[in-house]
């Protein structure tokens, strides 16, 4: 397990960036853990070349728009989310699980797991790993944050 804490701007699911009780753009301070939820977001929910800065950020999911909800598809992009979050260096191969579970005819739950070092910076117990869960709208080409990312393995 690696230690995944640093401190990031903090932005919503659909990437707006909050705003702390002093006014001033909130971040990830009271919980490092948070920054690699938003990372990975980021990385699922962009395309490549999205970002000027850095271009190779992106999961490119529009290319499944249309595709039928198959297993085959469903490993397909398994595959993708777990190339492009470990090329993209937010975290090594060992440390993740990536699972893709059909809702509906349309959508897919991406569920990605993350196993990483509970430090005094991140609110993990130990054991615990950092879960994000999106779903992909095959019709809309739409990532949306399941709020379940926020909950604790002892909850679910």
């Known amino acids: 397990?690696?230690?995944?804490d640093a401190i990031d701007l903090d932005w919503?699911?659909?990437?707006?960036?909050?705003?702390?009780?002093?006014?001033?753009?909130?971040d990830t301070s009271d919980d490092y853990s948070r920054s690699l939820v938003n990372e990975i977001t980021t990385i699922i929910k962009?395309?490549?070349?999205?970002?000027?800065?850095?271009?190779n950020i992106g999961t490119d999911l529009s290319d499944y728009v249309g595709a039928p909800n198959t297993r085959e598809n469903g490993a397909k992009i398994e595959d993708r989310v777990r190339t492009r979050l470990v090329d993209s260096g937010i975290v090594v191969s060992e440390d993740l699980t990536v699972?893709?579970?059909?809702?509906?005819?349309?959508?897919?739950m991406i569920?990605?797991?993350?196993?990483?070092?509970?430090?005094?910076n991140n609110d993990l117990t130990v054991g615990e790993p950092v879960i994000v869960n999106l779903v992909f709208d095959t019709t809309?080409?739409?990532?949306?944050?399941?709020?379940i990312s926020e909950l604790r393995k002892e909850q679910l």
Not at 46 to 55: G, H, N, V, Y
Not at 99 to 108: C, E, G, T, Y
Not at 111 to 120: D, M, P, R
């Open 111 to 120: 569920s990605i797991t993350v196993f990483a070092l509970a430090t005094v």
């Open 12 to 26: 919503t699911w659909d990437g707006d960036y909050l705003i702390g009780f002093d006014g001033d753009m909130a």
């Open 46 to 55: 962009s395309e490549l070349l999205e970002w000027e800065k850095d271009p």
């Open 140 to 147: 809309e080409n739409g990532t949306f944050v399941l709020p």
């Open 99 to 108: 699972r893709v579970i059909p809702l509906s005819i349309h959508r897919v």
């Open 1 to 4: 397990m690696a230690n995944y």
